[in-house]
């Protein structure tokens, strides 16, 4: 008789207990944070500033709500990415050249949360968690700054666009020295006019593919070990990084963000599925996954009508409970 695995069997994978190891309120807690974490984790980021403190609260050990987050909250993230799929024009290329950095940070980060012990992982989140708060709280600050360079920026490329254009116009010429088929100031102001709008705030300034500077790579690497290994607030640094570095809209910068995210999460949990079976709480990992999903399908619909004054606050008082909690038990 071949034994089966402890790990495959119902009652070790899901647990045991009354309402499946919940009560039916902390079910429906699990459901409302994983809803709410899909919904922002699409607009803003930082959406497992929501569950990981309600898991922590429940009861749930910091490690194994870590890893359990991070793999419920896949689905959610390959929803959103495939909904802004279409912000993706442009930068494909420049996506696939930024997957290995996440890709390889990812397994980092997920090595270090399994192969260090667990206490420093419970003095390390309380510490990641101001991060991610001061992250959340300054976005605002920080996108607007950006804003404000690509907005300087527009006029000069636009202006040297209309300049090149004016050079190079009467090259083409006819056999009486005038340009064939149309007149130098009409085709210079073309070109003026091509130039500013593609430098339009709609519009990817940069070339997809473009070579980008070293620094950007390292920074997303970095972003990678610290969402393999902490994962909230993940995103908001991304888009921070992104929107910095790429010549393009925030809202494509955004959807570059949620496909690097989702790449983080799925390689950091086949590294938790491997090698740390036993410590995932797979309940947690259902309703997550559930409720996440159907969360960030709402986030690409209505997200943009939300006020994010409102997702930040409920993001900071809800981190501050997680770091309170944290810090207590260290004492």
């Not at 009560?23 to 922002?40: E, F, P």
């Amino acid at each position: 008789m071949v034994a089966v695995p402890s790990a495959m069997l119902p009652a070790e994978l899901f647990g045991s207990g009354s309402a499946m190891g919940f009560q039916w309120w902390q079910v429906l807690l699990i459901l409302v944070a994983g809803l709410w974490a899909g919904t922002i984790n699409t607009i803003v980021g930082s959406g497992t500033l929501v569950t990981f403190p309600v898991l922590v609260t429940l009861g749930v050990p910091p490690v194994t709500a870590s890893m359990s987050n991070a793999m419920g909250l896949i689905a959610g993230n390959v929803t959103g990415a495939w909904s802004y799929r279409s912000e993706l024009k442009g930068l494909k290329r420049t996506l696939l050249k930024l997957l290995p950095c996440s890709l390889v940070g990812g397994v980092i980060g997920a090595y270090l949360l399994l192969h260090l012990p667990e206490e420093v992982f419970g003095i390390a989140a309380p510490f990641l968690i101001v991060v991610a708060l001061l992250f959340v709280v300054f976005q605002p600050r920080l996108q607007a700054a950006v804003r404000a360079r690509k907005q300087r920026q527009a006029p000069v490329t636009a202006g040297e666009k209309a300049d090149d254009a004016v050079a190079s116009a009467p090259r083409t010429t006819a056999a009486g020295g005038v340009p064939a088929g149309s007149n130098p100031v009409a085709a210079a102001t073309s070109g003026g006019t091509a130039a500013a709008a593609s430098s339009s705030p709609g519009t990817v300034d940069m070339a997809d593919g473009a070579r980008q500077p070293a620094v950007l790579y390292l920074l997303v690497f970095l972003a990678g070990i610290y969402g393999g290994y902490f994962v909230a607030a993940q995103g908001v640094l991304l888009v921070g990084i992104l929107g910095v570095f790429l010549l393009a809209p925030l809202q494509s910068a955004n959807a570059v963000k949620n496909a690097l995210v989702a790449a983080v999460n799925i390689v950091a949990a086949l590294s938790y599925v491997f090698f740390a079976f036993d410590r995932i709480n797979w309940w947690v990992v259902l309703f997550i996954a559930l409720s996440s999903t159907v969360g960030s399908w709402l986030g690409a619909k209505i997200g943009k009508r939300m006020s994010p004054v409102a997702l930040r606050t409920v993001i900071v008082l809800l981190g501050l409970v997680a770091l309170a909690n944290m810090v207590s038990k260290l004492f």
